[in-house]
Every structure is written in C-alpha cells, then in structure tokens.
C-alpha cells in the first residue's frame, strides 16, 4: 500500500511499489493534466513537483514519492485563481496543441521559484521539456512575463 499526498490530499493506493507515479496520477487518481509523452523522462510532459522540486514522473516509481509532497498542474491554481505563470502562458499565447504545457509550466514554476529573475541561461538550463509545436519563444517571453509580474 503506497500513501502518497497529492495536491495537499493524502491517499491510500494499492499498486506495485514500483508503479510509475505518472500512472497512479492518471489511473488512480484520476488527474489527466499530467501527460504521457515519451516514457523515458525526456520530454518533460509527464513534469510534476515533489517536494517542490520538478521530476519527470513517467520514470519515478511511487516508492519513492511516499511521504513527499506531489503537485500536479491540478494543484498549482488556488480556489480557481491562476498562477502568475499560468496566466503569462495565456497572455503570451503559448499554447498550440497543448500536449506539453502542463509540464512545462511545472518546470517553469520550479524555476522560478528558486530563481524569480531568470536569465535566458538559466531558463535554457533548466526548461528542456519539449514542445513539438515549435513555441520556444512564447515560452521563454511567457516566463520573463511571470518573472516581472
């Protein structure tokens, strides 16, 4: 049995220890903002944060999340009120097909809080999800955007 908190919920969950988190998200949970892309952490759409810090939970076995605080993008707006990186992706038009942005939005909250101005260094650095749709630099103008507000 994994207990795991999930949008400041705690859960019960009876699966494989070694279960993806990705899939007791969208399976168990019932949370589908969190995509499936490439399965082997590299493209970023399956990003959450544990414990704040940004993961790629297609590769994270729930054994390892047990007792860590999960956000989701679910769990980024409060009472219906958007992010401030949230709404600089809406005002800057970066989504497309939309299939990567809620991992690169996680991604990029992480950054920001831990680095609330970020050079186009560190934003290279840090945000390597992809997006196949090419919306590069609407991302990086949406997160100078949030940086600011």
């Known amino acids: ?26 399976e168990q ?6 995509k499936y892309g490439c399965g082997v952490a590299l493209c970023g759409a399956c990003t959450v944060h544990v414990d704040g810090a940004p993961m790629r939970s297609c590769v994270v076995p729930v054994s390892a999340v047990e007792g860590k605080k999960i956000t989701t993008i679910e769990g980024l707006a409060v009472n219906g009120r958007l ?6 992706w809406l005002d800057n038009d970066v989504p497309q097909c939309g ?3 809620s991992g690169m939005i996680m991604a990029v909250t992480a950054l920001l809080d831990k680095s609330p101005k970020p050079t186009d260094a560190q934003i290279d650095a840090a945000i390597t999800n992809i997006c ?5 630099q609407q991302v990086r103008e949406a997160i100078h955007a949030a940086a600011r507000a």
């Open 83 to 88: 992010t401030k990186v949230q709404q600089a």
């Open 99 to 101: 299939y990567c942005q």
């Open 132 to 136: 196949r749709c090419g919306t590069f």
């Open 1 to 26: 049995m994994a207990r795991l908190t999930i949008n400041g919920k705690s859960q019960a969950f009876d699966v494989d220890p070694n279960t993806p988190l990705l899939w007791v998200l969208r």
């Open 29 to 34: 949970v019932g949370l589908t903002g969190t």
